[in-house]
């Protein structure tokens, strides 16, 4: 029977850690509050979602990572991030998030964000004619969003335009429904699929103008585990932005 070397049994070691570098390493916690088409639970409990699929091509298929998904409240999962005790999360880069993570450069989403309101407001001209956060600040009108929702508190609340945070993006258009404030301002794509899902065509409406336009990246904790790969991470999202993926996972849903 052949031995192997110490040396050679040695390299090979190297090289099996080079290639699966994550073998032994604890799953990768990505947490999420629940907003079709982007990430949610389906009917078997099931994550779902184009930003589900992004990070599964992303972190599963291209780098060998265990990922695993959990389910809460949006602050919760930013508060997880930031104490180490989830890797990523997938939003806006804003001011307060880059203090406890590092954003991945490629988008993996463009945000275009319009204004959601009731199809019988008595000031539907007026909202209809908004074009920008400066035409909201001097509507008057005030803003539903929800809790953890930092786009709203540094784009809206920061220049003065008041908002009324609900616990959770279904309580927002809930109290849109309830007529506890104006408008909302939301993307195009989750803002229709919310309607359609819950059919309220016949009570909400989605105005024109886009207000604002941001961009979702995967963010990174600090304190996690991913730190150290990011340079990797970047890269294979560069990839599959380059060669088409993330457009064409997004497109999947945007045709449902």
């Known amino acids: 029977m052949k031995t192997v070397s110490m040396p050679t049994l ?11 570098p994550l073998a032994a390493e604890k799953p990768v916690l990505c947490v999420y509050t629940e907003y079709n088409p ?14 589900v699929d992004i990070a599964r091509e992303l972190f599963e298929r291209r780098l060998g990572y265990r990922l695993e998904f959990r389910i809460y409240p949006w602050a919760r999962c930013q508060t997880m991030l930031e104490r180490g005790e989830a890797d990523f999360i997938m939003t806006i880069p804003t001011d307060e998030r880059l203090k406890y993570s590092r954003s991945v450069l490629t988008p993996i989403l463009m945000k275009q964000y319009r204004i959601v309101t009731l199809r019988d407001h008595p000031r539907m001209k007026a909202i209809e004619s908004i074009r920008s956060r400066n035409d909201l600040a001097a509507s008057g009108f005030s803003v539903l969003s929800y809790l953890g929702h930092n786009w709203s508190k540094e784009r809206l ?28 301002v939301e993307d195009t794509l989750l803002a229709q699929t919310f309607i359609l899902v819950h059919k309220l065509q016949e009570r909400l409406i989605i105005t024109g103008g886009i207000v604002d336009e941001s961009t979702f990246h995967i963010l990174i904790g600090e304190k996690s585990q991913l730190i150290k790969s990011f ?3 970047s890269d294979a999202l560069r990839e599959m932005k380059a060669d088409g993926t993330i457009d064409h996972i997004t497109s999947q849903y945007a045709k449902q």
């Open 38 to 51: 982007a990430n949610f639970a389906d009917e078997e409990g099931n994550h779902t979602g184009f930003f």
């Open 10 to 20: 040695g390299k090979v070691l190297i090289l099996a850690l080079a290639l699966y």
């Open 157 to 184: 609340e920061a220049i003065g335009i008041p908002v009324i945070n609900a616990p959770t993006v279904d309580g927002m258009y809930n109290m849109l429904l309830a007529k506890r404030g104006d408008i909302l």
């Open 231 to 233: 340079s990797r991470i």
